[in-house]
């Protein structure tokens, strides 16, 4: 079974700040793919960065970038500059592939960030 | 607006009664997911369509649930003999799935389920 792991339920950061949110996750698949969300409040989900575990280089997304070890099971989210708007509550979630063998995701427990003006 | 909607949006019922949840995917999309969040949890997987036929199912969908996708377009959720442990978030995904496509799902609203 797939395991994720979020291990920060809370942080903050400064506005204009960078931030790091941890993410790792537990599979005997070698071809997955990681995704990050963003879950304002009270509002849906929203896709911020994908990551396709053949791929070596890191994902980028203006000012969202991820670092991927794959050896170590790690997929850390950086956000730079960061937003008000960037408040959420941050989902690390692992889908297996190829599909049609299981293409359900699987959620960590999520950080809350909270962005200090 | 041409992303994944849910209907209602907040749904408050008595113990023992049956609800019925809607949810409309993007429109080209041919998956369909279903799945349930708790308060301070990330979502848990229920199941999934692939046009109209229901591929998986979670453990955790229990009997007392139903999910259908008729034509393979809108989806419904009916949950029978509702009980308290069933209030939650319930979230619809869809996704475009194809060879050499990475099967990202983008999420409705959701549907808040109370049940008192």
């Known amino acids: 079974a797939q395991t994720v792991t979020q291990s920060q339920p809370e942080m903050s950061v400064q506005e204009a700040e960078t931030v790091t949110l941890s993410c790792t996750y537990d599979t005997s698949e070698n071809n997955y793919y990681l995704f990050w969300y963003k879950q304002p409040p009270s509002r849906q989900m929203i896709l911020v960065i994908r990551q396709e575990a053949y791929k070596q280089q890191n994902a980028t997304e203006n000012r969202f970038s991820v670092n991927f070890q794959k050896a170590a099971k790690s997929f850390s989210l950086k956000i730079s500059d960061s937003q008000l708007g960037d408040t959420a509550m941050y989902f690390c979630a692992f889908m297996k592939h190829p599909p049609n063998t299981g293409n359900q995701f699987y959620f960590g427990t999520g950080t809350s960030l909270t962005v200090i003006p | 607006d041409t992303g994944v909607s849910q209907d209602p949006r907040h749904k408050i019922t008595k113990r023992g009664q049956n609800v019925t949840f809607r949810c409309d995917p993007i429109s080209e999309h041919n998956r369909l997911y279903w799945y349930r969040q708790t308060l301070g949890q990330g979502p848990e997987f229920l199941t999934y369509?692939?046009?109209?036929?229901?591929?998986?199912k979670s453990r955790l969908l229990s009997d007392r649930f139903s999910a259908e996708r008729p034509k393979g377009s809108f989806s419904t959720l009916e949950i029978q003999r509702t009980e308290q442990g069933d209030s939650a978030m319930y979230l619809c995904a869809s996704s475009l799935a194809g060879q050499g496509v990475p099967d990202t799902q983008y999420f409705g609203p959701g549907t808040r389920l109370t049940v008192l």
């Open positions: 369509f692939q046009n109209e036929a229901q591929l998986e």
